[in-house]
């Protein structure tokens, strides 16, 4: 079962950066895709299969949040990636504060990715 939901954990993470990307894309040239209703749900639905398999490996592992200081680290990082994903994606006035968030969003999720790999909370 820890396989099956590690895999489809790591899917999810690449999934939701691959739309991220796309949907940041989409605004910098204002083409028409940024208003497909796919790309507005289909992120919804794979952050949905994201958190859910991180609650169950968390459960898997017997380690959480609050209680283990990595797992609290991989939750503040996914916190600053969604903030910033956000402000990519909706509340940037501007294509440079889209790449600036955009390039954040990643930096972030790479430096929990990080934490994930070596049990070593950031803070």
């Avoid at 940041?24 to 398999?53: E, G, N, R, Y």
């Avoid at 283990?68 to 294509?95: C, E, H, M, P, Q």
Wanted: aromatic letters at 10%.
């Amino acid at each position: 079962m820890y396989t099956i939901l590690k895999h489809l954990h790591l899917t999810t993470i690449a999934l939701s950066v691959l739309f991220l990307i796309l949907q940041v894309v989409s605004h910098l040239f204002d083409h028409k895709m940024k208003d497909a209703k796919w790309l507005k749900v289909l992120p919804h639905i794979i952050h949905t299969v994201l958190l859910v398999s991180a609650v169950g490996l968390c459960i898997q592992l017997a380690q959480y949040p609050f209680v283990d200081a990595w797992v609290t680290s991989k939750l503040l990082g996914l916190v600053a990636y969604v903030i910033l994903g956000v402000l990519a994606i909706k509340w940037a006035r501007t294509n440079a504060m889209r790449v600036f968030a955009l390039v954040g969003a990643i930096a972030w999720l790479v430096l929990t990715g990080k934490v994930a790999f070596t049990k070593l909370p950031l803070f």
